[in-house]
């Protein structure tokens, strides 16, 4: 296998990660999985077809021909290499741990590296130059130190190795004087010795090279296969159909694995027909995106089930339920191209007419301005156009999906009133056969729906319309008095 091969089957693998394995394993981490770990593997592997036969040939050769030669003075050479695979042994147990805690040092060092270039802005912004700095400095010595840990035991062994054949040498001489003196030995056959006690620490020397590596590749190989181990997302199985808007939260419980235990979402019940509008709205932290995770089927439900036209998602194949949703998240991720490619990310059949209507109908006007318009290249992130841009260009995305249910979560929070209310009204004129659930903090934007869902810790404290609620839901009221009341007093 090539450093290619792997290097694309670990891709692959990272690519249908379940959200339980994102959420276990740090990007950082991965990088170096991917670039670090797999290059040292394919580097041991190259290194052992060259000399992995060679080095214990001329060992194993040098020792029978000694042993041959003169029994006697043979004793001296086992002798040597039994200490010297000891020596190797001491090596490879010290320098396991050590070449562990080395990759992870590399890990943090990524991460670091990684969250400042993901929030430049905000660290120019705020002016903590001097923090990050301090930050990689702490991370950048903490890698040497590990480095130079790893090191030392090799650093150490290699000398003593070294010393100890060199002491078989001399007392294959001494010894050889000494059977001379009594016609057990002759010239030749200490000079022979002397030969063979060189190859064998010319041999030892190189597979000590090579149990070094391997100790390290031992360390990567299981960072790999962690990687491998890990969780995939829901593939494979599950029934294959057209599907409608028709949805249904059937007594849902669900707790984000892996965290603190308490439930996301608490015995969960509510329905929206095909075609209708659901707006879902409740304090920071109530459940709301989970509700979009959970019907994306990021995650399985802990207790009751979900339904999409009567059927429990997880009998369906989550290729055909994820193709059947779309969703426009809470932070608008573009990636480098174009505006025209960003958008048909969403649909890669689209053509450029039905991007330009999508685009239409998300109030992204602003692209026809642009100096290439559609062609217009956007900078990784959309690093070139403003938060509300972005967000269109999401929503855009969303739209050309064309899918029978549509998720807005929180996708106008960077939209003004006005905008966002043509944007409402266009999906509304055109949605007559989609399901949109829109997930919200603000109470105008909910007021649209045909139907709300309020949450609270998790729980349904309400559902209905603004009428219903602003009777018998006190959160609601609550959100409504903050919000609309006292802007129109302010």
Request: hydrophobic content about 40%; proline content about 2%.
């Amino acid at each position: 296998m090539t450093l290619s091969d792997l290097r694309y089957d670990l891709f692959e693998k990272i690519v249908y990660f379940s959200e339980e394995s994102v959420d276990k394993i740090e990007s950082g981490s991965l990088i170096t999985r991917m670039t670090n770990d797999t290059t040292q593997v394919t580097q041991f592997i190259n290194g052992i077809m060259r000399i992995f036969m060679k080095a214990p040939v001329t060992c194993i050769g040098s020792i029978v021909l000694a042993s041959i030669l003169n029994f006697r003075l043979s004793l001296i050479v086992y002798g040597i290499v039994a200490l010297v695979s000891g020596l190797i042994v001491i090596s490879m147990k010290l320098s396991y741990p050590r070449y562990s805690i080395l990759q992870k040092a590399m890990d943090k060092v990524n991460s670091v590296v990684q969250e400042y270039l993901i929030g430049v802005r905000l660290v120019k912004a705020f002016g903590t130059y001097d923090q990050e700095c301090d930050k990689f400095e702490e991370s950048n010595v903490n890698l040497m130190q590990k480095s130079v840990s790893a090191q030392m035991i090799i650093t150490l062994i290699s000398p003593l190795m070294t010393l100890s054949v060199g002491i078989g040498t001399v007392l294959v001489i001494f010894a050889g004087s000494s059977l001379f003196t009594v016609n057990l030995a002759n010239p030749g056959d200490i000079t022979a010795f002397t030969v063979y006690m060189a190859q064998i620490l010319t041999s030892l020397i190189m597979i000590t090279n090579i149990f070094n590596t391997f100790v390290r590749t031992k360390a990567s190989t299981a960072r790999i296969k962690e990687v491998f181990d890990c969780a995939g997302d829901f593939t494979g199985g599950g029934e294959a159909k057209e599907l409608n808007g028709d949805i249904e939260f059937e007594n849902v419980t669900f707790a984000y694995p892996g965290g603190s235990g308490v439930p996301a979402l608490k015995n969960l019940s509510f329905s929206v027909k095909n075609g209708e509008s659901l707006a879902v709205i409740g304090p920071t932290g109530s459940g709301k995106s989970t509700v979009a995770w959970l019907l994306l089927r990021f995650y399985d439900v802990n207790e009751g089930r979900i339904l999409i036209n009567g059927t429990d998602i997880r009998d369906l194949n989550v290729d055909t339920v994820r193709k059947n949703v779309a969703i426009v998240p809470q932070k608008a991720m573009l990636f480098t191209g174009s505006v025209a490619e960003n958008i048909r990310w969403g649909n890669k059949e689209a053509t450029d007419e039905r991007i330009r209507q999508a685009a239409e109908k998300a109030e992204a006007g602003f692209i026809n301005d642009m100096e290439e318009g559609f062609d217009s290249l956007l900078g990784r992130g959309g690093v070139n156009v403003s938060g509300g841009q972005k967000q269109r260009i999401s929503i855009a995305r969303g739209i050309v999906k064309n899918a029978p249910v549509l998720i807005l979560d929180d996708a106008t929070s960077a939209l003004d009133a006005v905008t966002e209310a043509k944007v409402r009204r266009n999906l509304k004129e055109s949605s007559d056969k989609q399901t949109v659930i829109i997930i919200t903090q603000r109470c105008g934007t909910a007021m649209s729906a045909d139907r709300i869902l309020v949450l609270d810790n998790g729980e349904k404290v309400g559902f209905g319309t603004h009428e219903q609620l602003m009777k018998d839901c006190e959160v609601y009221r609550d959100i409504y008095k903050t919000q609309i009341e006292s802007s129109r007093e302010a």
